[in-house]
């Protein structure tokens, strides 16, 4: 069971998956083990740190897997395309081995949000003030781009809306000349 082949012909890299499941579970053991001699933590995270961790994560992960901007970090280990999402941008995983097992990472929102959770929390381990500011900062970007995305759809809903009425008035105004015809 050492590398089975994946449905485009490719090998998987369950090897390379292996390290990277290593150096995590390392990464957690660590985190783990600060919080425990930094004595951080004694309590659970307060709900508002624990949602805005949760937003940061979310923003960060899909900054780096799919946004433009993050291409350079993504090129030695992607293919990209022009087609396949609606910005016009697409990575894929290209290469063998840890190569692939990398491009997998870096093209998978759900599969980079546990590495960049490690690192936030890592962060407020270890430097608690500065990892606030940047988990802010990000969740900050995540509320404004759910903000933008609501204005959207409620804008939507209006053109529809004033599209539907439109038609109708229309239907009315065909209907309204068909009687007065008829009439006359």
Same mark, same amino acid.
């Given at each position: 069971?050492?590398?089975?082949?994946?449905?485009?012909?490719?090998?998987?890299?369950?090897?390379?998956?292996?390290?990277?499941?290593?150096?995590?579970?390392?990464?957690?053991?660590?985190?783990?083990?600060?919080?425990?001699?930094?004595?951080?933590?004694?309590?659970?995270?307060?709900?508002?740190?624990?949602?805005?961790?949760?937003?940061?994560?979310?923003?960060?992960?899909?900054?780096?897997?799919?946004?433009?901007?993050?291409?350079?970090?993504?090129?030695?280990?992607?293919?990209?395309?022009?087609?396949?999402? /609606?910005?016009? %941008?697409? @990575?894929?995983?290209?290469?063998? *081995?840890?190569? +692939?097992?990398?491009? !997998? $990472?870096?093209?998978?929102?759900?599969?980079?949000?546990?590495?960049?959770?490690?690192?936030?929390?890592?962060?407020?381990?270890?430097?608690?003030?500065?990892?606030?500011?940047?988990?802010?900062?990000?969740?900050?970007?995540?509320?404004?781009? /759910?903000?933008? %995305?609501? @204005?959207?759809?409620?804008?939507? *809903?209006?053109? +529809?809306?004033?599209? !539907? $009425?439109?038609?109708?008035?229309?239907?009315?105004?065909?209907?309204?000349?068909?009687?007065?015809?008829?009439?006359?």
């Amino acid at each position: 069971m050492e590398d089975q082949l994946l449905e485009n012909g490719g090998k998987s890299p369950f090897s390379a998956y292996r390290v990277l499941s290593v150096a995590f579970n390392s990464g957690l053991l660590g985190v783990a083990s600060g919080a425990v001699l930094l004595r951080r933590f004694k309590a659970p995270l307060g709900i508002l740190d624990l949602t805005m961790l949760g937003a940061a994560t979310h923003k960060l992960a899909m900054l780096i897997t799919q946004e433009r901007v993050t291409l350079p970090l993504r090129a030695p280990f992607t293919k990209q395309s022009d087609h396949g999402r /609606a910005g016009g %941008h697409h @990575s894929e995983p290209k290469g063998h *081995g840890m190569h +692939r097992a990398l491009g !997998e $990472l870096l093209t998978c929102p759900h599969c980079m949000a546990p590495w960049i959770s490690l690192g936030l929390v890592a962060g407020y381990v270890v430097a608690p003030l500065p990892t606030r500011a940047v988990s802010t900062v990000f969740a900050a970007v995540t509320l404004a781009d /759910a903000l933008l %995305h609501a @204005s959207r759809w409620l804008e939507a *809903g209006q053109l +529809r809306e004033k599209h !539907e $009425l439109t038609q109708l008035e229309e239907a009315q105004r065909r209907e309204e000349e068909r009687r007065a015809v008829q009439v006359s």
